[in-house]
T-cell receptor, first 115, second 114 residues
Framework: NAGVTQTPKFRILKIGQSMTLQCAQD?????MYWYRQDPGMGLKLIYY???????DKGEVPNGYNVSRSTTEDFPLRLELAAPSQTSVYFC??????????????FGNGTRLTVT | QQQVKQSPQSLIVQKGGISIINCAYE??????FPWYQQFPGKGPALLIA?????SEKKEGRFTISFNKSAKQFSLHIMDSQPGDSATYFC?????????????FGKGTLLTVNP
């Protein structure tokens, strides 16, 4: 059982370039999330999805786009990379079938540098 | 607006000591309070969680203390070990509704010296 898989692990982009961060989960989870982690700033929610075809903005969505065409996949798109997007990106998922609280399962992250 | 405030930012403890990390929240609608542990190069992983209908939850050496009136909760690590050295995040969420998401604190870097 792979859990949440993120690719690539590392990437260096030039300012203005575009890329897609991939995220896939094999746990049949409804909910998926993208967070970014910056030193001393915790985890900030970028976008999330409550099911295939449904996405919504989080706390810091500017400069990013997402899509959710299947239950398994939730890619994050950066259209015009900026140095402010240098960060570690984490994808997470959870099963909202539980009644009380749902733990998030995280991938191991993508470390992105924009220069 | 930071809805979950975590302190301290970093903590150094000797092996065998007690590590204490504190969090405070503002939104009284929060009803689920998990703690996550993150090792370098890895994603956060659930460590322990509590609901506000109990004041304490213990799992092995890890204990969450919850004070609903003060809107505060804390993580206690007893007999701290070098293997506990990691970043710890508190979080909070509202269980009801369809837009389920966690709000995280800024994290505490714990170092346990041998």
């Amino acid at each position: 059982n792979a859990g949440v898989t993120q690719t690539p692990k590392f990437r260096i982009l030039k300012i203005g370039q575009s890329m897609t961060l991939q995220c896939a989960q094999d746990m049949n989870h409804n909910y998926m999330y993208w967070y970014r982690q910056d030193p001393g700033m915790g985890l900030k929610l970028i976008y999330y999805s409550v099911g295939a075809g449904i996405t919504d903005k989080g706390e810091v969505p500017n400069g990013y786009n997402v899509s959710r065409s299947t239950t398994e996949d939730f890619p994050l798109r950066l259209e015009l990379a900026a140095p402010s997007q240098t960060s570690v990106y984490f994808c997470a998922s959870t099963d909202r079938g539980r009644l009380v609280g749902s733990p998030l399962h995280f991938g191991n992250g993508t470390r992105l540098t924009v220069t | 607006q930071q809805q979950v405030k975590q302190s301290p930012q970093s903590l150094i403890v000797q092996k065998g000591g007690i590590s204490i990390i504190n969090c405070a929240y503002e939104n009284t609608a929060f009803d689920y309070f998990p703690w996550y542990q993150q090792f370098p190069g890895k994603g956060p992983a659930l460590l322990i969680a509590i609901r506000p209908d109990v004041s304490e939850k213990k799992e092995g050496r890890f204990t969450i203390s919850f004070n609903k009136s003060a809107k505060q909760f804390s993580l206690h690590i007893m007999d701290s070990q070098p293997g506990d050295s990691a970043t710890y995040f508190c979080a909070a969420s509202i269980s009801g509704g369809s837009n389920y998401k966690l709000t995280f604190g800024k994290g505490t870097l714990l170092t346990v010296n041998p």
